[in-house]
């Protein structure tokens, strides 16, 4: 066999090599990156947002402070990575709610799941909406709500005239839900997510039935 035979084969191997050390940087970085998050959330809880400094987020993760900026520019950045995951969880699971119905019940659908999953972690958001975390979590589950609520938007609820009207629907449901969720939270989310849930799919079923007869 000629040297040259012997290229193509060295190649493979030398490819796999990289990919399989690119991979565990890579799940390396991901362990890193889910640490950092799970960190600034307790930690959140515990002392809250605008205590926490950089060195307080890397010591409590056991990591140095040059690998939290090798991922993270500033503990804000970190928070709305953080933000963005349960950004993404939350499409998650609205498209696993394989949510039936047309119209108004598939645009209200968010409401369900999303105050359930509030319920749930009303102590993380309640620290979170404190101090400088609020404006940016709030921010976040408002774009993703109205992205969720614009899919929703089935071809028979769409407005025969500008589509100015369609987004216009967006916000009305989405900055009800949101008024309705802060008024809940910064109360201690003492009433089930139940009555909250009904209360405004209540309200927004009559807004739309009104907006619709207008």
Same mark, same amino acid.
């Given at each position: 066999?000629?040297?040259?035979?012997? =290229?193509?084969? @060295?190649?493979?191997?030398?490819?796999?090599?990289?990919?399989?050390?690119?991979?565990?940087?890579?799940?390396?970085?991901?362990?890193?990156?889910?640490?950092?998050?799970?960190?600034?959330?307790?930690?959140?809880?515990?002392?809250?947002?605008?205590?926490?400094?950089?060195?307080?987020?890397?010591?409590?993760?056991?990591?140095?402070?040059?690998?939290?900026?090798?991922?993270?520019?500033?503990?804000?950045?970190?928070?709305?990575?953080?933000?963005?995951?349960?950004?993404?969880?939350?499409?998650?699971?609205?498209?696993?709610?394989?949510?039936?119905?047309?119209?108004?019940?598939?645009?209200?659908?968010?409401?369900?799941?999303?105050?359930?999953?509030?319920?749930?972690?009303?102590?993380?958001?309640?620290?979170?909406?404190?101090?400088?975390?609020?404006?940016?979590?709030?921010?976040?589950?408002?774009?993703?709500?109205?992205?969720?609520?614009?899919?929703?938007?089935?071809?028979?609820?769409?407005?025969?005239?500008?589509?100015?009207?369609?987004?216009?629907?967006?916000? @009305?449901?989405?900055?009800?839900?949101?008024?309705?969720?802060? =008024? =809940?939270?910064?109360?201690?989310?003492?009433?089930?997510?139940?009555?909250?849930?009904?209360? @405004?799919?209540?309200?927004?079923?009559?807004?739309?039935?009104?907006?619709?007869?207008?």
């Amino acid at each position: 066999m000629s040297d040259t035979e012997h =290229w193509p084969g @060295f190649d493979r191997e030398k490819s796999a090599s990289v990919l399989a050390a690119d991979e565990l940087t890579d799940r390396r970085a991901r362990r890193t990156r889910q640490t950092l998050h799970e960190t600034l959330m307790r930690l959140t809880v515990e002392r809250g947002y605008d205590e926490l400094t950089v060195a307080d987020i890397a010591a409590a993760a056991n990591v140095g402070r040059s690998t939290f900026y090798a991922h993270f520019t500033d503990k804000d950045d970190l928070l709305r990575s953080t933000a963005g995951t349960l950004r993404a969880a939350l499409m998650q699971e609205h498209a696993a709610a394989g949510i039936d119905g047309t119209g108004t019940d598939r645009m209200l659908g968010f409401s369900h799941f999303m105050t359930a999953h509030l319920a749930e972690q009303r102590v993380l958001y309640r620290a979170l909406m404190r101090g400088r975390a609020g404006p940016i979590l709030l921010d976040l589950i408002r774009h993703a709500l109205c992205d969720i609520v614009r899919s929703e938007l089935a071809p028979g609820t769409k407005s025969t005239n500008a589509p100015l009207d369609d987004e216009l629907t967006v916000q @009305f449901l989405v900055g009800g839900y949101m008024s309705v969720l802060t =008024w =809940w939270l910064d109360r201690g989310g003492m009433e089930p997510p139940e009555v909250i849930e009904a209360g @405004f799919r209540q309200m927004a079923l009559n807004g739309l039935s009104v907006n619709n007869k207008a």
